[in-house]
């Protein structure tokens, strides 16, 4: 199982992190070993074998619909690295999902 | 536009409802909406390091009722997963959803179409999942800011099978939509503030075909009217390009209201793998038959139901009843004004007269009416007990209105009690046609036309107060001699 | 003898009898941090103001006799776990700067009990890695040779413990770094059942594995520290909500008639004959103490490593996702655009090693892989799973070597990650079933420890302290201290 350099670009895309030209065959290497383990799965018979998601057998608890927070936003905006008027400030979104 | 008759429309709308509960879908900061940027977004909102979601469970019961009422299957177990990608009003750089067994699957809604028709659409799915926040673009020069306050407001998605053929009829789909999350007050439905959001999905075929063709997505619709020009647009557009020899694209396009036209976002080819996984920070939820049964039990009567227990029960008309019961605060107004009157045709006539064209000229919501429902009950008993006439009725309306008085009060202080005492009436006749001699000698030579005129001048001698019915009477007796 | 050298239950009775005092344990610690750890690098925080206040707290409690279950103790967090107003790094650039705003719930619950944070420890990056060489703030040294690794993640609170350098410490286990950096630095660490102690406020890097644990001298000390961190938690959606027994009663039950199994394909493995010498050693010790041993298998144990590198980076290829630099942490200098902001956030602020596993995560999850890797791995999930079910039904606990040699050279592994995931082939089966683990030190070799590893059912955490304490109470390797 290898990646082809489409494949790690679309990835490294997907995942937001740069990797530049210099990095890439080393990366991409290390990566098709670590791909290399996983030929050990087609190996295994899993016919009727249920996914296990969570190492519990157990059903999600719930909460009452009250307001349980207070405003903390000076607290929770002290680590903030750009801030005005309270908005968390990015570069110019132009458009995306919503 | 060439060939419009060969060509069908393949719709599908998916509706983000937002739940109307007081904390959020996993956390415990307030839902409420126009506070200050960020002070409605605690630690976990905000996607801290090492925060963990913890599920409101009046968000199951909302999804029940709207399951119950969209005629759908309730899964159990139902669980969450996550839906990644990057974008700075999500904080977690994924949003919380549902995949593969969402809460609510399979069902359908019946809609009226203008034609008094019954279309059956079918509902594939509706999921739970969280809002995000907002992105502000003005006074940051070159930057954006990012309120929170919004992420993490939980969310119903309804899904619906692309059954739907027109621009008309997703209208008619989507006010039915709106009509029942009111009804079942699990939001408040308002497209204009976000409360509920529509996104189109549309292609295009020649008629016949069996295979879809490809679709778009139109988002940023934010109005009934704009949904249906959004679609008349795209289905056009399509159209236009297949048939000038150009493959439609699958993509996603934003509604311009101003220029009435769709354009496509500007967005990466593979920017959607959102690469969908189950939530291992939470469990599947289970719902207990119990549960959902006395759900069942409490759901209040839909517009459906009540629309045809309207039309049997008060024996209003099909258009009466329709329009009364599509809101369930006009339709629970209706019904106390009858309960006072005990008149419901008369009853619904005013409400769907005089009455909304008040609420309408001054842009009110019925919850802030300047007249109760008992107040109108009792001004239409007065009419229906022939206290005053309808056309009096009118005028104390106005002044009930304007002065928040009782019809009672107004009807007494203004002397306004209808005339019904029949020597009363005869005398003003007998006034009447002793100071008109002159039309008195036309009408009884042929000129018919002219009763309207002595029932006129009745009505003025009597300052309008005459009962209209018994001056008709006696004036036919008094003009055969 | 020094206050540092007394275990916690030592330092706890005689904060109790007024031997001494917690401001002077204290300071005893933060001393010797000031001279041993810059050697050693095991702390990335050491809060002295803070730890001096709430051992003076301590001692006036002591004084009014109204002392609290932990009072005095001083321990050091692993810097995974958040502490409100305190740096926590998670041993990474992103969050080189980060002063976490609320503290999380094991941390809480110990400063309820009365417990004294000396600080945060050093860890790998995000808990990713087993030697503690991919933290931002430096390589951490084996106490015992420094020119060995601690193991990790949990390297910093491992280093940290075996210096003495604190009381004991508070770690995490993933696919096993409690265990194995407690077999490398010759103590006793515990991974408890998935959902016994609360993931909130411990930074996540896979949820359905991680777990908060402890790293102490002995199983007594541990088993102290781990009935106050463990409970339910309303906040953590997770976390069992089944009453936590005392675990420092438990550690005294019986064990004579204890069925210990030995999952022979674990021991088909290529293993050093000093690591097999001291497992067989030990399985006698057993013996003498009445328990009765038996051959096991996991057919499916050969699985392990692939599934826990698949899902371990995919689960973790979404929680680092919310490191872009726009509510917190490090952010790039001078982002042209969105995409470059996220694209060099990202890049400049985590190290190789986590780069390596969101790409591997995100890929295993991507459309057309999803089926052969995600869901294939979560299906053989279940099949390991079901191995331990079949196995517990003919035993107690399970007993293999912790790891597969003792501690390597710094430097040894760095360029080949698959042999440093290696390192991991014994511990990582009982994350993935969610079950509790403790390795506890059972040999020597060329001055460097090894480590003895019992897996027990869920939720019988008691069985493997008792198992492991009796086997304190028979052998000294525990008592062993590196002289630094």
Known sequence: MSLSDKELKEI???????????????????????????????????DGIEAMSHPLNLSQPTRKDEVSEVNQREKLQENAPLVQSGLFLVPKVIEGEN | MSNKNQWEAVIGLEIHVQLSTNSKLFSGASTNFGAPPNTQACNVDLAMPGVLPVLNEEVLKMAVKLGIALNANINSPTSFARKNYFYPDSPKGYQISQMDNPIVEGGFLDIELEDGSVKRIGITRAHLEEDAGK????????????????????????????????????????????????????????????????????????IGTAELGTRTETKNVNSFRF????????????????????????????YDSQKNTTRPMRSKEFANDYRYFPEPDLLPVVLEDEFISSIKESMPELPNEKKIRFTEFYKLSEYDSSLLAADKDLADFFEEVVEESESPKLSANWIMGEFLAELNKEHLDISKSKVTSKQLGVLISRIEDSTISGKIAKEVFEKMWDSSKDADDIIRDQGLEQVTDLSEIEAMVEKVISENQDQLEKYLSGKDRLFGFFVGQVMKESQGKANPGQVNQILKQKLKK | MELNELTLKQQLDGLKDSSFSSTELTQDYLKRIKSKDPSINSYITVTEELALKQAKESDDRYDKGKALALDGIPIAHKDIFCTEDVLTTCGSKMLSNFKAPYSSTVVSKLFDEGVVMLGKTNMDEFAMGSSNETSYFGEVKNPWNLDYVPGGSSGG???????RLASAATATDTGGSIRQPAALCGLTGIKPTYG???RYGMIAFASSLDQGGVLARTVEDAAILLTSMSGHDPKDSTSLNIDVPNYTEEIDNNIA???????????EQEIPDHVRKSTEEAIEVYKDLGAEIEEISFPNIDLSLPVYYVLAPAECSANLSRYDGVRYGFRCADPKNLEDLYMRTRDEGFGSEVKRRILIGTYALSAGYYDAYYLKAQKCRRLIANDFTEAFKSVDVILSPTT??????TGEKTNDPIDMYLQDIFTIPANLAG?????????????????????GNSLEEGKLLSAAHHFQKVTNWHRELPEL
């Open chain 1, 12 to 46: 490294a895309y997907l995942a937001r992190i740069n990797v530049d030209e210099v990095s890439f065959p080393a990366l991409k290497g290390e990566l098709d070993q670590i791909l290399g383990l996983f030929e050990k799965l087609n190996l295994a018979n899993t």
């Open chain 2, 135 to 206: 992105s502000l673009h003005e006074d940051f020069e070159g930057q954006s800011g990012i309120d929170l306050n919004r992420a993490g407001t939980p969310l119903i998605e309804i899904v619906s099978e692309p059954e739907i053929s027109s621009p008309e009829e997703a209208v008619a789909y989507l006010k039915s939509i709106h009509s029942i999350i009111r009804y079942l007050d699990i939001s408040d439905g308002n497209m204009a503030e976000g409360s509920m959001r529509c996104d189109a999905n549309v292609s295009v075929r020649k």
């Open chain 2, 227 to 254: 949904v249906e020009k959004a679609i008349h647009y795209e289905i056009n557009r399509q159209i236009n390009e297949i048939e000038s020899g150009n493959r439609i694209i699958q993509e996603t396009r934003l």
């Open chain 3, 157 to 163: 609170s491992a280093a940290c413990v075996a210096a």
């Open chain 3, 196 to 198: 016994r102690v609360s």
């Open chain 3, 257 to 267: 008639g204890l069925k210990i199994g030995l999952p022979k394909e674990f021991f």
């Open chain 3, 404 to 409: 597969p040699g003792t501690a390597f050279k």
């Open chain 3, 435 to 455: 079950l509790p683990g403790i390795s506890i030190p059972c040999g020597s070799h060329n001055g460097l420890p090894l480590g003895l590893q019992l897996v």
